[in-house]
Every structure is written in structure tokens, then in C-alpha cells.
């Protein structure tokens, strides 16, 4: 029986995250085994070991069979640069299905470069939109599922964004969220960082990379002071996104409940969060992980493409407003957040669900 051939494409660490659901349900099951040929391909767009390399050790992901390795590039550099690997490479070898994850530079680049080559575009996490044209991963969700054949959600929300711009239903399916699958299958195996050396100590953890939070050099550094001050004794970790650590400068002098670390290998990042008093970020992926885990999170935006996490889970937005993150973060030492549930399907399972969707 001839196999059907997937490429795999991985460009950033929440790429490798989703990707790794889809090789545990491989690894875990012959009949998968004997119907899929998987090729993983890793743009390099996150080329930094932090932020990949060791994302592959402790995920048990293969090597890449490619590596364009082509990050730290402008935007537009970045997307012609992958289109320009990946077309080489289609011209000596084409899969069946092309499968991008995501909202990233290298889902945009590859999902054009293969649908210009005449091979299916599967986008898992399909449909998702905050609704902000400004963001750069808005314009590539919005591209690539203008291209798309097959469409993979993790919410009602997403299905029914695709089915209002007319992609017929049949083509889309609501299968749950595989970074929450990565998510179920390792929380036996985190891991305490080294930057926690009290013990039982409470803290807040905050992530800040995005451009609207942390580009304005005067406005991060505010924000950091008056996160400091509503924290009060608490300590608040930070675990430095690249484009953060650069823009924030060696010569800030950091209030003395911050503390900031380097970028965190996964199973570190995710002990961080499971025991934390609660989550401060500007991320979509990590609300999902936060609310699956049932702590408390604050997006530091005024709007979010995964409103499952504010509707359902543990999420509250209050973009710029001070004065509402300072009340939240007392609810929160009060022990007094709202009630959440786990969004349908974030059960473990949607890799097996898009393996089966695949094989149909």
C-alpha cells in the first residue's frame, strides 16, 4: 500500500509544540505507522537553541529532514527566503498534503509556495481571528486560510469564523487543539527551573513580545514598573523573549521583585506556569495552556484571537488599562478569579482526529 506522504512544516517553538502531538500519535499507533509518511522540515525561522533546539531534545522530535535554516531576517526576507527553499525542494519530491500550523512567517510562506505547486494546504489551527489587522500573524491567518484546502480548529469559534467567509463546511473540521495534546502528554515529566531556588515561593510569570508591548521602550519599561508595584511582595518572573531582551537594554535597572531570566525550554516554561500564582502575557498560546491548567491568566491585549480562554477558561483582557490589571492581579493574590472550564475537544486527542480526517 502506497503511503500518504505528509510534509510537515515547523518554523517557530509554538510550531514544534503542535507538531509534537502529531509524532506522539505516530509513535503510539502501527496502524498510523503503516498509512503515514511524515518529511518534518524546520524553516529555521526560530533558530536560536533556546527557542528550537532544545524544543526537538525534550519533545522527542526527529531531526528535521531539512533545515532551511533562515531566520533573522525582516519579515518580507524571511517569507521570500522559505518560499524559495521550499519550491526547490517540492521540485524533486511532492507529498500529498502540505500541513502548517499556526499564524507564523513560515505557515504563510510554505502554504503559498505548495499551493502554487498544485499540492493540498492542511492548516491546523484554522480559523482563529482577533479581529487586529496590525498584527502580522492576522494577515498570514487570513492569507493562508484564503488558500487552504483542508481546515483543522480548535474551537466552535474558529469553524464558524471559516464558515462565514464561505469555505464549505465539509472542508472544515473541528478536531480540538494539539498544542494542549503536547501539553496532556508531559505534565508527568516537567521540570523545576533553576531560577526557582526558594522554596514555596510564590510568583507571578509574565511573557512580553509583542511589538505593541515592547518596541515603545518607554512604555515597557512603564509597564514593568507598575507590574512591580501591583505584584507588591510577590516576585514576577520573566523569561526574555530575544526581541524583549534586546529592546529593554543591559542598562535598566530592574525593580527588586523582577526577576528576569533567559527564554526557558519547554517542559521548564510549563512547570513555571502550573505553579504560579497566576499568568501575565501578550501570548494566544500560552492563555490555552493556562487555562488547561487552571491558573489564573491576564492578557496584557485588548483583543484575542482564542476567545474560548476568556468565554470559558481562566483568561481576562485589559489591554493598557492599569487600573484593571492592578485589580486583577489582587483578585488573583485574593483568590478571587472566576470560574473556568476546559474548552470542548482540548481532551488530548486531536491528532489522532486529524490522522483520521487525513486517511479519509
Given at each position: 500500500?502506497?503511503?500518504?506522504k505528509?510534509?510537515?512544516?515547523?518554523?517557530?517553538?509554538?510550531?514544534?509544540?503542535?507538531?509534537?502531538?502529531?509524532?506522539?500519535?505516530?509513535?503510539?499507533?502501527?496502524?498510523?505507522?503503516?498509512?503515514?509518511?511524515l518529511?518534518?522540515?524546520?524553516?529555521?525561522?526560530?533558530?536560536?537553541?533556546?527557542?528550537?533546539?532544545?524544543?526537538?531534545?525534550?519533545?522527542?522530535?526527529?531531526?528535521?529532514?531539512?533545515?532551511?535554516?533562515?531566520?533573522?531576517?525582516s519579515?518580507?526576507?524571511?517569507?521570500?527566503s522559505?518560499?524559495?527553499?521550499y519550491?526547490q525542494?517540492?521540485?524533486?519530491?511532492?507529498?500529498d498534503?502540505?500541513?502548517?500550523?499556526?499564524?507564523?512567517?513560515?505557515?504563510?510562506?510554505?502554504?503559498?509556495t505548495?499551493?502554487?505547486?498544485?499540492?493540498?494546504?492542511?492548516?491546523?489551527?484554522?480559523?482563529i481571528?482577533?479581529?487586529?489587522r496590525?498584527?502580522?500573524e492576522?494577515?498570514?491567518?487570513?492569507?493562508v486560510?484564503?488558500?487552504?484546502?483542508?481546515?483543522?480548529?480548535?474551537?466552535?469559534?474558529?469553524?464558524?469564523?471559516l464558515?462565514?467567509s464561505?469555505?464549505?463546511?465539509?472542508?472544515?473540521h473541528?478536531?480540538?487543539?494539539?498544542?494542549?495534546?503536547?501539553?496532556?502528554?508531559?505534565l508527568d515529566?516537567?521540570?523545576?527551573?533553576?531560577?526557582?531556588?526558594?522554596?514555596?515561593?510564590?510568583?507571578?510569570?509574565?511573557?512580553?513580545?509583542?511589538?505593541s508591548n515592547?518596541d515603545?521602550?518607554?512604555?515597557?519599561?512603564?509597564?514593568?514598573?507598575?507590574?512591580?508595584?501591583?505584584?507588591s511582595?510577590?516576585?514576577?518572573?520573566?523569561?526574555?523573549?530575544?526581541?524583549?531582551?534586546?529592546?529593554?537594554?543591559?542598562k535598566?535597572?530592574?525593580?527588586?521583585?523582577?526577576?528576569?531570566?533567559?527564554?526557558?525550554?519547554?517542559?521548564?516554561?510549563?512547570?513555571?506556569?502550573k505553579?504560579?500564582?497566576?499568568?501575565?502575557?501578550?501570548?494566544?498560546?500560552?492563555?490555552?495552556?493556562?487555562?488547561?491548567?487552571s491558573?489564573?491568566?491576564?492578557?496584557?491585549?485588548?483583543n484575542?484571537?482564542r476567545?474560548?480562554?476568556?468565554?470559558?477558561g481562566?483568561?481576562?483582557l485589559?489591554?493598557?488599562?492599569?487600573?484593571?490589571?492592578?485589580?486583577c492581579?489582587?483578585?488573583?493574590?485574593n483568590?478571587?478569579?472566576?470560574?473556568?472550564?476546559i474548552?470542548?475537544?482540548?481532551?488530548?486527542k486531536?491528532?489522532?482526529?486529524?490522522?483520521?480526517?487525513?486517511r479519509?
Open positions: 500500500m502506497t503511503k500518504i505528509l510534509d510537515i512544516i515547523a518554523g517557530t517553538r509554538p510550531n514544534f509544540v503542535k507538531i509534537a502531538a502529531l509524532y506522539s500519535a505516530l509513535k503510539n499507533s502501527i496502524d498510523l505507522q503503516k498509512i503515514f509518511e518529511r518534518l522540515i524546520h524553516t529555521g525561522q526560530h533558530y536560536d537553541f533556546r527557542m528550537s533546539g532544545v524544543f526537538f531534545d525534550q519533545l522527542g522530535l526527529p531531526k528535521p529532514d531539512f533545515n532551511f535554516g533562515l531566520g533573522g531576517k519579515q518580507a526576507e524571511q517569507v521570500g522559505i518560499m524559495l527553499a519550491e525542494l517540492l521540485a524533486s519530491y511532492k507529498p498534503f502540505c500541513l502548517v500550523f499556526g499564524d507564523v512567517n513560515s505557515t504563510l510562506a510554505c502554504a503559498i505548495a499551493k502554487k505547486m498544485h499540492i493540498q494546504v492542511a492548516h491546523i489551527e484554522a480559523g481571528r482577533s479581529g487586529d496590525e498584527m502580522p492576522e494577515i498570514n491567518r487570513l492569507l486560510d484564503s488558500i487552504s484546502d483542508i481546515f483543522f480548529t480548535t474551537s466552535e469559534s474558529a469553524s464558524h469564523n464558515h462565514s464561505g469555505v464549505k463546511p465539509s472542508n472544515v473541528f478536531v480540538g487543539n494539539t498544542m494542549i495534546d503536547t501539553l496532556l502528554n508531559n515529566h516537567l521540570r523545576q527551573p533553576d531560577v526557582i531556588k526558594e522554596p514555596n515561593l510564590k510568583y507571578f510569570i509574565a511573557t512580553l513580545h509583542r511589538p515592547v515603545n521602550v518607554s512604555y515597557l519599561r512603564e509597564l514593568l514598573e507598575k507590574l512591580s508595584d501591583a505584584i511582595a510577590c516576585k514576577l518572573i520573566i523569561p526574555l523573549h530575544p526581541r524583549t531582551k534586546n529592546n529593554l537594554g543591559s535598566y535597572e530592574i525593580p527588586n521583585n523582577i526577576v528576569l531570566t533567559d527564554s526557558l525550554p519547554y517542559l521548564e516554561f510549563l512547570w513555571l506556569i505553579n504560579s500564582v497566576g499568568v501575565i502575557t501578550d501570548s494566544g498560546g500560552i492563555t490555552e495552556e493556562a487555562t488547561v491548567l491558573v489564573p491568566c491576564i492578557t496584557l491585549r485588548a484575542t484571537e476567545p474560548e480562554t476568556v468565554d470559558l481562566t483568561n481576562i485589559v489591554g493598557r488599562n492599569f487600573n484593571l490589571l492592578k485589580k492581579i489582587l483578585d488573583i493574590q483568590k478571587n478569579w472566576k470560574k473556568s472550564v474548552p470542548p475537544l482540548w481532551d488530548g486531536a491528532a489522532e482526529r486529524i490522522f483520521e480526517v487525513l479519509k
